[in-house]
């Protein structure tokens, strides 16, 4: 019985195949170009919200403010930390044996609380394009390192997006 219950395990997983375990030259890539920009809180933020103003239209706090007028204020100091934090948590958990449950846990939830605030899967994808933009002009990028984290991407967007939708992964 037991072997029964770990081929469906097993199967369940196999049957997902967007819900994938990074490689590990994968994972070491991630994490290296991310330790060489996390402290960039708030360069990251206003790369985010210049390239993308629809994103910034989404914070009351920041809507219909200039980038110009917010970069220096708490606010955005602090939105900024929470953003690069959440990372910074996530990265951490990659190629971690048995964190997966933690990683599902916390793109739920943030999934899910973005759901309530009408975040659109388009805006992550923005996003995406824009830390994707920032990690390339600040730290050391190759075709390997973009494929890494567009493979950390779809990872966390398959659970994202399915929080967005209403239908958590479990």
Partial sequence: MKFLI????VAAVAADPHWLVLPANEVAAVKSTWNSIKHDEVAILEAVFKAYPDIQARFPKFAGKSLDSIKGSADFAIHASRIVSF????IAFLGVENTQ???KTILNELGQSHRNRGV??????EFHQ?????LKSHANWNPDIA?????AFDKAYFVIFSALDGKPVN
């Fill in 6 to 9: 770990l081929a469906l395990c």
């Fill in 87 to 90: 990372f910074s948590e996530y």
């Fill in 101 to 103: 449950p933690a990683i």
């Fill in 120 to 125: 659109t899967k388009a805006q992550f994808e």
């Fill in 130 to 134: 824009a830390l994707n933009a920032y």
């Fill in 147 to 151: 494929h890494a984290w567009d493979d």
